[in-house]
RNA sequence: GUGACCGUAGCUCAGUUGGUUAGAGCGCCAGGUUGUGGCCCUGGAGGUCGGGGGUUCAAGUCCCCUCGGUCACCCCA
């Protein structure tokens, strides 16, 4: 609560500790299963690389390589930045390895923005994705964004939103900026204020913006599909028919403009109406078949998309769904719940020992330290979610056993007799094993 | 970068028109039960009232600045 610098994290960052850091691990784990099945292979890439590599690759004035990445020099005098976002670095590591084709790569990393933050956004936030490099075929623009809806079903989350979209290619798309730019500047009077200096620079941006005046304005203006290319308007056919037979409810949206200078072709974009907040985009990608050259590399095509984890969870709150649910429940402790807690009032030795070999036998097990008093190690084992204690006292240590108690658990009887009982030490990890597994 | 609202124990908050040593619940620790957890009872620890400056006989309460939080704009995940 004090807010001095040094003893909080960083703006717009936070830490996730253990009950809710356990859906994270659960939701990466099962992002990797729904690509793994799917041939993407694991990358993982430096978390900054030289500024060119996201100045060059994403556009010098799209705002967040203008005036949101955190650039830095290191001791060699390189020119250094924080990756703002997953795509480019994937793209460099294709570019310096060559991989044989189709390369399917997926990750899980931490992006860096220097952005205010707000409700579901952060300067470092942790975006789930994939990119494939070597294949223009509109099936695997479908094959990517199956992933990304399956996924999103598989996390519980089936309130979202897909759009698509086409940016053309190099033969139409300039075309098209040309012929709304023509549109637009016979309506400047009718846009925003912003949108009225900005309109003919930079068009595009138009279409998204969410005032009134703007959307009203460019309602009836023209969009891309309808001056795009032949081969533009067959690909995006393919992908539409394509997420129709694998029913996929997507719909086209003209207005959807993404942010990065390196889509062509197919763009899309998941959200959850469902979070009441502004910041609702789940998660979104595209095709972007120049970006290896701009990045040195062959021409390749190449597609992919980034899912947001926080927004993912928040989506899931939302949802009313806890999804991956944290694992530790049951227990009250700074960790996961152990099966057993090793209650040792003789000194130590043998809760030492005992947890150590219960631990060497898969069965996890916790202690307490600092010789505490038995009522305070009971009320230890009670609070851990552990399902036995073993208790070793003055008796149990002279005698060489252990007694062995049953926690009772909410929803227990009152207990009889068979609580507890007496057991070797030698014999005990067998015992418990037998216990547990009944 | 811009704007709005908000900062009192680990957490959630109370604190009357500015007025003695700043409170509660939960959590934590200990004891009640000198070998037994949960429930209950009792006690305890824990607060630079975000920080700095100002007004005042007196500031957690009022003013300014600053830092931080939250939400929104911009843009995006």
Same mark, same amino acid.
């Given at each position: 609560?004090?807010? &001095?610098?040094?003893?909080?994290?960083? %703006?717009?960052?936070?830490?996730?500790?253990?009950?809710?850091?356990?859906?994270?691990?659960?939701? +990466?784990?099962?992002?990797?299963?729904?690509?793994?099945?799917? @041939?993407?292979?694991?990358?993982?890439?430096?978390?900054?690389?030289?500024?060119?590599?996201?100045?060059? @690759?994403?556009?010098?004035?799209?705002?967040?390589?203008?005036?949101?990445?955190?650039?830095?020099?290191?001791?060699?005098?390189?020119?250094?930045? !924080?990756?703002?976002?997953?795509?480019?670095?994937?793209?460099?590591?294709?570019?310096?390895?060559?991989?044989? !084709?189709?390369?399917?790569?997926?990750?899980?990393?931490?992006?860096?923005? *220097?952005?205010?933050?707000?409700?579901?956004?952060?300067?470092?936030?942790?975006?789930?994705?994939?990119?494939?490099?070597?294949?223009?075929?509109?099936?695997?623009?479908?094959?990517?964004?199956?992933?990304?809806?399956?996924?999103?079903?598989? +996390?519980?989350?089936?309130?979202?939103?897909?759009?698509? $979209?086409?940016?053309?290619?190099?033969?139409?798309?300039?075309?098209?900026?040309?012929?709304?730019?023509?549109?637009?500047?016979?309506?400047? @009077?009718?846009?925003?204020?912003?949108?009225?200096?900005?309109?003919?620079?930079?068009?595009?941006?138009?279409?998204?913006?969410?005032?009134?005046?703007?959307?009203?304005?460019?309602?009836?203006?023209?969009? !891309?599909?309808?001056?795009?290319?032949?081969?533009?308007?067959?690909?995006?056919?393919?992908?539409?028919?394509?997420?129709?037979?694998?029913?996929?409810?997507?719909?086209?949206?003209?207005?959807? +403009?993404?942010?990065?200078?390196? *889509?062509?072709?197919?763009?899309?974009?998941?959200?959850?109406?469902?979070?009441?907040?502004?910041? $609702?985009?789940?998660?979104?990608?595209?095709?972007?078949?120049?970006?290896?050259?701009?990045?040195?590399?062959?021409?390749?095509?190449?597609?992919?998309?980034?899912?947001?984890?926080?927004?993912?969870?928040?989506?899931?709150?939302?949802?009313?769904?806890?999804?991956?649910?944290?694992?530790?429940?049951?227990?009250?402790?700074?960790?996961?719940?152990?099966? %057993?807690?090793?209650?040792?009032?003789?000194?130590?030795?043998?809760?030492?020992?005992?947890?150590?070999?219960?631990?060497?036998?898969?069965?996890? &097990?916790?202690?307490?330290?600092?010789?505490?008093?038995?009522?305070?190690?009971?009320?230890?084992?009670?609070?851990?979610?552990?399902?036995?204690?073993?208790?070793?006292?003055?008796?149990?240590?002279?005698?060489?056993? +252990?007694?062995?108690?049953?926690?009772?658990?909410? @929803?227990?009887?009152?207990?009889?007799?068979?609580?507890?009982?007496?057991?070797?030490?030698?014999?005990?990890?067998?015992?418990?094993?037998?216990?547990?597994?009944?």
């Amino acid at each position: 609560m004090t807010a &001095s610098g040094a003893r909080r994290a960083p %703006v717009g960052t936070r830490d996730v500790l253990y009950p809710e850091s356990s859906r994270w691990e659960a939701v +990466v784990a099962g992002f990797a299963a729904t690509v793994e099945r799917a @041939g993407y292979g694991l990358v993982i890439s430096p978390m900054f690389e030289d500024v060119s590599v996201f100045s060059r @690759g994403m556009g010098e004035k799209a705002d967040v390589v203008a005036k949101e990445m955190y650039v830095f020099e290191d001791r060699g005098g390189r020119s250094l930045a !924080l990756r703002p976002e997953g795509t480019a670095s994937i793209v460099r590591a294709f570019v310096q390895h060559r991989p044989p !084709l189709p390369w399917k790569a997926w990750y899980a990393t931490a992006a860096f923005r *220097y952005e205010r933050p707000q409700a579901g956004r952060f300067r470092q936030h942790h975006q789930l994705g994939v990119e494939v490099l070597g294949s223009a075929d509109a099936d695997l623009d479908v094959e990517v964004i199956d992933l990304a809806v399956t996924f999103l079903v598989s +996390v519980g989350l089936d309130d979202f939103e897909l759009r698509i $979209n086409s940016m053309g290619d190099p033969v139409c798309a300039p075309v098209y900026v040309e012929t709304l730019r023509k549109y637009l500047e016979s309506r400047l @009077g009718e846009l925003c204020d912003e949108h009225r200096q900005r309109a003919l620079v930079s068009p595009l941006r138009v279409l998204d913006c969410k005032k009134e005046a703007c959307r009203s304005a460019t309602a009836g203006a023209p969009a !891309l599909l309808d001056v795009a290319c032949a081969e533009c308007k067959q690909h995006f056919g393919r992908v539409e028919s394509g997420l129709r037979a694998l029913a996929i409810p997507a719909r086209v949206d003209a207005r959807l +403009v993404r942010g990065f200078d390196y *889509y062509t072709r197919t763009t899309f974009e998941l959200s959850s109406p469902g979070l009441d907040v502004a910041q $609702n985009a789940l998660g979104g990608g595209g095709r972007y078949d120049g970006l290896v050259e701009v990045l040195g590399g062959p021409a390749t095509p190449g597609i992919g998309f980034g899912i947001g984890l926080e927004r993912l969870l928040l989506a899931c709150d939302a949802a009313r769904r806890s999804a991956p649910s944290p694992v530790g429940a049951s227990g009250r402790s700074a960790g996961p719940p152990p099966a %057993v807690f090793v209650v040792d009032v003789a000194g130590g030795e043998a809760a030492r020992d005992l947890t150590h070999a219960l631990r060497a036998a898969r069965i996890p &097990s916790d202690r307490a330290f600092d010789e505490r008093s038995l009522k305070s190690q009971m009320r230890m084992a009670d609070r851990s979610g552990a399902r036995l204690a073993l208790i070793v006292g003055a008796d149990e240590a002279a005698a060489g056993t +252990v007694s062995v108690r049953a926690l009772r658990r909410e @929803g227990d009887s009152a207990g009889g007799d068979d609580l507890q009982r007496v057991v070797g030490r030698s014999d005990v990890v067998g015992y418990v094993q037998e216990v547990l597994g009944s």
